[in-house]
């Protein structure tokens, strides 16, 4: 059986159109994050826009994922109740497209040991909330954090429905920065991995990643692309990831990949691209 192959779908005013601009490149799955259509307000689902976005999705017939908000935080404990209310409103837009992926950021350690408790019990909860939907929950990898901590949280949880959503492009960035070999964490990250997100960029880590999140959000295309530092989201085979090396080390995986490249930047070169990715995406087959 092929893995599906997907795209994450940026925010737009018109998500059939776009859609169906997938549809057309081939792809088999789409990944939505409902921060990028504003669905959820104060930690609740927002039911009037929800309302526009359910139908749409439901009439195309994806795979389809969900990524957490970027406001979505577990570790909060001064406003928890707000964020694991908001992690159930997450769970239920699962519920409502017929997700079969969330995905939940790691982020970066805290150095509290009650905080972090704290993000366990909350991501074991959720995973008990989203086993009644047979909904799996991918743990994902981010550049501010090493690989190893988030797969001995992974094998901590202990859930059947919860693994690991490995981003390739973070795992690159971590591994230049915090100076731990990359090939070898990918082939660590193989047993755990239920979901795959591929993009490209040079290695070159961004401090001001871990020093001002906030601004570092603010950076344009034409402020990195040039110097080509941090996590750029480039499509893949465009930076200096191994991907044939990448790909060897993940035969046999078997679930989606999805490429979370900037497409809007590089509309005249979806098809090739498209085209390309499932391509190598083939070679993770037995």
Do not use: K
């Not at 290695?203 to 950076?219: K, S």
Request: charged share 25%.
């Amino acid at each position: 059986m092929s893995n599906p192959v997907g795209i994450a779908v940026s925010h737009t005013t018109d998500l059939h159109g776009e859609l169906t601009f997938f549809h057309d490149l081939g792809y088999d799955a789409v990944e939505i994050s409902p921060d990028a259509f504003d669905l959820i307000f104060c930690g609740r689902l927002h039911s009037p826009l929800v309302n526009d976005v359910v139908p749409v999705l439901e009439r195309h017939g994806f795979r389809y994922s969900v990524h957490s908000p970027a406001a979505l935080d577990l570790r909060d404990l001064r406003d928890h109740e707000l964020q694991v209310q908001m992690a159930e409103s997450v769970v239920e837009f699962c519920r409502l497209i017929h997700a079969e992926v969330l995905v939940l950021h790691f982020e970066q350690q805290s150095a509290d040991p009650a905080v972090e408790a704290a993000f366990l019990d909350a991501t074991r909860r959720l995973a008990d909330r989203a086993q009644d939907q047979r909904l799996r929950i991918g743990v994902e990898n981010i550049e501010v954090e090493r690989l190893a901590p988030v797969l001995e949280f992974v094998r901590r949880v202990d859930r059947p429905n919860v693994g690991l959503t490995f981003d390739v492009g973070h795992a690159f960035l971590a591994a230049r920065y915090f100076g731990f070999d990359y090939l070898e964490a990918v082939r660590a990250a193989g047993p755990l991995l239920i979901h795959l997100h591929v993009t490209d960029n040079f290695g070159r880590y961004d401090p001001l990643r871990l020093e001002n999140f906030t601004l570092y959000r603010t950076q344009r295309s034409r402020d990195i692309f040039p110097v080509g530092r941090g996590d750029l989201h480039l499509p893949v085979g465009w930076g200096a990831i191994p991907y044939d090396q990448t790909f060897a080390a993940l035969r046999g995986y078997q679930g989606s990949v999805i490429t979370e490249y900037r497409y809007n930047l590089f509309r005249p070169h979806a098809q090739r691209l498209a085209q390309q990715l499932r391509s190598m995406v083939r070679r993770l087959g037995p």
